[in-house]
């Protein structure tokens, strides 16, 4: 059984940073994985990607939103993904989650659309205050 779990979310400053993390148990062809966020004052829309990593080659894509302040990276051998974000927003307030891809994702380029992730973590909330 697939799980992923996150951690390293917490409260800090806005300019602060925060690393999260996200270890991946048991197997599964894991072509790349990545950060998405959901923000309390939008339940019910879809989660807003934030980065994602291909696994094997490691190439790295960002959102508009966070690129030069935020640094995705994996550790193959502890099967885990981190993500460095620095320069933190009150906007970056949200539930940070993970998400492995079997294949759909990243072999069709659409790494950012996240109805096409096989597995997901239960999150970790990051609020930055003012």
């Known amino acids: 059984q697939v799980q992923l779990v996150e951690s390293g979310g917490g409260l800090v400053q806005a300019g602060g940073s925060l690393k999260l993390s996200c270890v991946a148990s048991g197997f599964f062809s894991n072509h790349g994985m990545a950060w998405f966020r959901q923000f309390r004052q939008a339940p019910g829309k879809e989660r807003e990607f934030?980065?994602?990593?291909?696994?094997?080659?490691?190439?790295?894509f960002y959102a508009d939103a966070v690129k030069g302040r935020f640094t995705i990276s994996r550790d193959h051998a502890k099967n885990t993904m981190y993500l460095q974000m620095n320069s933190l927003k009150p906007e970056d307030t949200a539930v940070y989650y993970c998400?492995?891809?079997?294949?759909?994702?990243?072999?069709?380029?659409?790494?950012?659309?996240?109805?096409?992730?096989?597995?997901w973590g239960l999150g970790t909330q990051v609020t930055v205050s003012s």
């Open positions: 998400a492995g891809d079997q294949g759909h994702a990243f072999n069709s380029g659409s790494y950012a659309y996240s109805p096409w992730y096989d597995y």
């Open positions: 934030v980065a994602a990593i291909s696994w094997s080659a490691g190439s790295t």
